[in-house]
Every structure is written in C-alpha cells, then in structure tokens.
C-alpha cells in the first residue's frame, strides 16, 4: 500500500511570514500533484510534478519533487489571508491512473 | 464547459435507507473517479472508470457500493443500508487519458441520522 504522509497537520502563521510544507512515502511516484481544498469544495490542482528533481513556481508557490521521487515540498513565500485552506499532496503512477492523496496540511493565514 | 457537477451538494437520510449521488464529468474528459473524503483526512479513492469500464474497486467499496457509468458520460454512485460510518464527503473527479492530475467537482455531503 502506498501511503503518503503530510507534515505538519496544522500551521497558523501571520500574514508576511514563509512556510513549507512536506510530503513524504516510502514508496516512488511517477507524478506527484499539489491541490488546494477549501470548505465544502472538491480539491482544486495548483501543479503536477514528473520529473525528480523537477522545480515549479507558481507566483509565491515553490513545488519540488525529491529526486528519488519519493518525496515533495510546497514552500510559499509572504503567505497572505487568501492561501488558507487545506493543502493536499497526491501520487501516483502513469497517467490516468488512480491517485493516493496524504491527510493534508491546514494552513491558516492571519491578517 | 461548467466543470465537473455533482448532484445533490448535501443529503441527509435515515440509516438503512439507500442514496444515489450522480457526477457530471467535464464532457471530453473520458476517465471518471470516486473518492470519500472524511473531515480532517485527504480523499480516499473509491473506484474509477474509462468510458463505460470500471477499471478499478477500492477494498472500501463493501458490497453496499456500486458505481455505474453506462454511457461513459455522467456516473451514479449508490449506497445501500446506509449507515453511520458512511457520512463523508463524496468526491467525483475527471481526467483525459494522458493527464496526471484530475478536476473534481465540489462533491456531495453525505449525513446519515
């Protein structure tokens, strides 16, 4: 069973600051994708990740994929009261295939 | 395109009482996925189709679950004898063959009293 952790669970931090979150698996992942989940709304995808290695930005969002494709890191820069929400990091192998989601990350910005 | 629909957004029912949930997936896109997302947890995978075929069924799709999408279009998932364990969040989503990641819809909250 493949399995993905997320860490930390929960982060409140103050509007201005950085943070990272990470998502780790014994197991090696063809792709790994970042989404962003509000209340009571499906996730939304923020990148897709392929290549070990690989480096994406998006605005104030960095996404890495671990060279052993094993693992990923979100880093987020002048975090603002919009990023708050549930982050969730998938895996998975081919295309098309089924994805294996970690439990998440609650970010809370405060103003 | 309006995105991926799911129908209804909440459904409350009695325990023992079967439900059925219906998901609309972007029209071109040809792989369709369930998944039951818990508060506090990421989305568990349920099962998922290409076209009209059910390529996949999680163990947590006891015999209560079925999941059909006769036309390769729209996909029903039904629960029969509901019980409490089965409140959640039901999450449909869809993809082209060659992408990696999926759009969901904003899913269907499940209560059972």
């Known amino acids: 069973t493949q399995l993905l952790e997320q860490s930390p669970q929960f982060l409140s931090i103050q509007e201005g600051e950085n943070l990272t979150v990470y998502c780790n698996s014994s197991?090696?992942?063809?792709?790994l994708q970042w989404y962003r989940q509000e209340p009571g709304e499906g996730p939304v995808l923020l990148v897709t990740v392929v290549t070990g290695g690989e480096v994406k930005k998006l605005k104030r969002l960095t996404f890495q994929f671990g060279d052993a494709r094993k693992d990923s890191s979100l880093h987020i820069t002048a975090a603002q009261p919009g990023d708050t929400g549930l982050y969730l990091c998938?895996?998975?192998?081919?295309?098309?295939?089924?994805?294996?989601f970690g439990e998440g990350t609650q970010l809370t910005v405060n103003p | 395109d309006t995105g991926v629909s799911q129908d209804p957004r909440h459904k409350i029912t009695k325990r023992g009482q079967n439900v059925t949930f219906r998901c609309d997936p972007i029209?071109?896109?040809?792989?369709l996925y369930w998944y039951r997302q818990t508060l506090g947890q990421g989305p568990e995978f349920l099962t998922y189709?290409?076209?009209?075929?059910?390529?996949?069924k999680s163990r947590l799709l006891s015999d209560r679950f079925s999941a059909e999408r006769p036309k390769g279009s729209f996909s029903t998932l039904e629960i029969q004898r509901t019980e409490q364990g089965d409140s959640a969040m039901y999450l449909c989503?869809?993809?082209?063959?060659?992408?990696?990641?999926?759009?969901f819809g904003s899913g269907t909250r499940l209560t059972v009293v």
């Open positions: 989503a869809s993809s082209l063959d060659e992408d990696y990641g999926y759009t």
């Open positions: 029209s071109e896109h040809n792989r």
């Open positions: 197991s090696v992942f063809s792709s």
């Open positions: 189709f290409q076209n009209e075929a059910q390529l996949e």
């Open positions: 998938a895996g998975g192998g081919t295309s098309g295939s089924r994805l294996t």
